[in-house]
């Protein structure tokens, strides 16, 4: 999106949208003939602040104004003969238009209820258009009448910083730069796959809260929490409610029903008009949360925004999404609740954590959960940056099952003879098995050669980029195997009746402490089957894996101190 850089009879430079010169406010003496980026504008800006400084504050008039602009444009190499001024009447111009109707009113309201605390690029604008049912040139006019009313900001998409530039949607500073019409312009990659984002576009930010200020929620659990739960969300409800604290973690069991605990302090902040978020790097943990906020929250509106939605506009001071889709918000949370944060595309993305990061309200708080914490994570609490609370229990005051391990002298080979075999056999007895794997190659003949093995066996598997997964997961879901072979797609998100793990080749560098912590999680997650068991497969004892057994130890020790497990 371009702008026209306009002169007012007070010497003032500022800017307006393109195609919309005819809606000029009043006061607009003249304007640069042709359209510039907001980042080229916003140097001009500059250059002339500076200048202005230099000659000890002397009020310029017009006509010098538009000689320092022209002089400015030739030292950053515009091409003179496009860049001229174009003078106006500025009697006739006045551009407001007679808004009278009711339409163009609701139109406009529905506008400021739904970009409140948005971030948003033309294209978002233009979706936003098609759903008011508005031309494209009418919501880019509502959005500078906000610009102009102070409630919200037009800013370069990509800009420049330091000796290089940084876009302003995601903070990445890596972007490319090419040759533009204006000198160099930059893109920023990290956040393309929302939308793109260079220096000759522009991002509209609303500075609205979400929330108008304290109101009634209905809030009915359908639950009850457990003494663990209980204790996690106190500790929770604490955390929000302590000014001096902005951070804390939520180290969970895998399976303790870590987001429920959080649910009666998205309750208290709601109703002090204090805005949610939900965020999770991916979908499927969003889909899991959005039923059980829709239950315990009934007639609460939701905003719900993951990959697969196109930006879909909701007003309301809750809402739920992805970690990419958070980018589409500025400065707008005063409670995050960041599910996962160990989890990819959120663990390691520069992107992604500033854009969180400046989803959060000035004092606003994040709480990260998490059965398995990053090394970040645990370092922030350690050096007591990041306050931390514990979830050890599951809802069936079992202990978490610890991993068996099975030394064995050789790499394991898809050969029907293998140790494995006989262990998997006695596993099969306890209920179906899951196998895990570290690499998408060994699932075709592992599957072959279990199938030859144990020949009235159901048995299957899946990789990420399987076409069949999801029917797979179904059936898998249903119990229709006796046995699945897997990549660590599985390790997360996926509670199975009576399911026995095994860790083929757990000495292997793919699986972290974190992947085989979540592993074993699958294991004794219903009130059923609380027990089962997780066999780690290997020729080596890597320290991956001695530190996911001490995690899980450490939370049975914990949980039966404070009494939350049967001895
Ligand atoms: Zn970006």
């Known amino acids: 999106m371009r702008f026209f850089l306009t002169l007012k009879e007070n010497g003032k430079v500022s800017f307006y949208p393109a195609g919309m010169m005819d809606k000029l406010d009043s006061g607009v003496i003249s304007f640069l003939r042709a359209p510039l980026s907001l980042a080229n504008i916003q140097v001009v800006q500059k250059r002339l602040q500076q200048e202005r400084f230099a000659f000890w504050f002397k009020r310029s008039k017009a006509k010098d104004t538009k000689q320092q602009v022209l002089k400015i444009g030739k030292e950053l190499g515009w091409d003179l003969q496009e860049f001229t001024w174009q003078d106006l009447d500025p009697t006739s111009g006045s551009g407001q238009d007679q808004q009278g109707d009711e339409r163009a009113q609701e139109v406009g309201q529905a506008f400021s209820r739904l970009v409140k605390g948005r971030q948003l690029s033309c294209a978002d604008l233009r979706g936003l258009a098609r759903e008011l049912k508005i031309e494209a040139e009418e919501i880019i006019k509502l959005a500078h009448s906000s610009v102009e009313q102070g409630s919200a900001q037009w800013i370069p998409a990509v800009k420049p910083h330091g000796s290089g530039w940084q876009c302003q949607r995601c903070g990445?500073?890596?972007?490319?730069?090419?040759?533009?019409?204006?000198?160099?312009?930059?893109t920023c990659q990290s956040c393309g796959s929302i939308g793109s984002s260079t220096s000759l576009e522009v991002l509209f930010r609303d500075q609205c809260s979400l929330l108008d200020g304290p109101s009634e929620v209905l809030f009915r659990p359908h639950w009850v929490l457990t003494e663990a739960q209980r204790l996690a969300s106190e500790q929770v409800l604490e955390f929000i409610q302590d000014a001096s604290a902005a951070t804390a973690l939520l180290w969970a069991a895998c399976g303790a029903g870590k987001t429920e605990v959080c649910f009666p302090s998205a309750a208290w902040a709601l109703e002090r008009g204090k805005s949610v978020l939900f965020a999770a790097p991916r979908q499927d943990v969003i889909n899991d949360v959005v039923p059980r906020l829709e239950r315990d929250f009934p007639d609460y509106p939701l905003q719900v925004l993951t990959g697969t939605s196109p930006v879909k506009f909701r007003s309301g001071g809750m809402v739920l999404a992805t970690t990419h889709q958070v980018l589409r918000f500025w400065r707008a949370f005063d409670v995050v609740f960041m599910d996962e944060m160990d989890a990819f595309p959120y663990h390691g993305s520069r992107a992604l954590e500033w854009g969180l990061k400046h989803a959060l309200r000035p004092n606003g708080k994040i709480l990260y959960l998490t059965a398995t914490p990053s090394p970040t994570g645990l370092k922030a609490v350690h050096q007591g940056e990041m306050r931390l609370i514990r979830l050890p229990a599951r809802h069936h005051r079992t202990s978490l099952p610890v991993p068996i391990w099975e030394k064995i002298r050789h790499s394991p080979e898809p050969n029907e003879e293998g140790v494995w075999a006989a262990q998997i056999e006695t596993l099969r007895g306890q209920g179906p098995v899951l196998l895990f794997v570290p690499k998408i190659s060994w699932i075709a003949p592992w599957i072959k050669c279990l199938q030859r093995r144990f020949p009235d066996w159901r048995i299957d598997g899946s990789y990420s980029s399987d076409p069949g997964r999801a029917p797979k997961l179904e059936r898998l879901r249903q119990s229709e195997f006796d046995l699945f072979v897997s990549t660590t797609i599985l390790e997360r998100g996926i509670t199975l009746a009576r399911i026995q793990v095994v860790v083929l080749a757990a000495d292997h560098a793919v699986f972290d402490e974190r992947a085989l912590v979540q592993m074993?999680?699958?294991?004794?997650?219903?009130?059923?089957?609380?027990?089962?068991?997780?066999?780690?497969?290997?020729?080596?004892?890597?320290?991956?894996?001695?530190?996911?057994?001490?995690?899980?130890?450490?939370?049975n020790r914990l949980a039966l101190e404070l009494g939350l497990i049967e001895a």
């Not at 990445?172 to 930059?186: H, I, K, N, Q």
């Open 172 to 186: 990445e500073r890596d972007v490319e730069e090419w040759p533009s019409l204006y000198g160099m312009a930059a």
């Open 520 to 555: 074993a999680g699958r294991v004794g997650r219903t009130q059923e089957s609380p027990e089962g068991k997780v066999v780690f497969m290997s020729q080596r004892m890597t320290s991956a894996m001695k530190t996911a057994i001490q995690w899980i130890e450490e939370q």
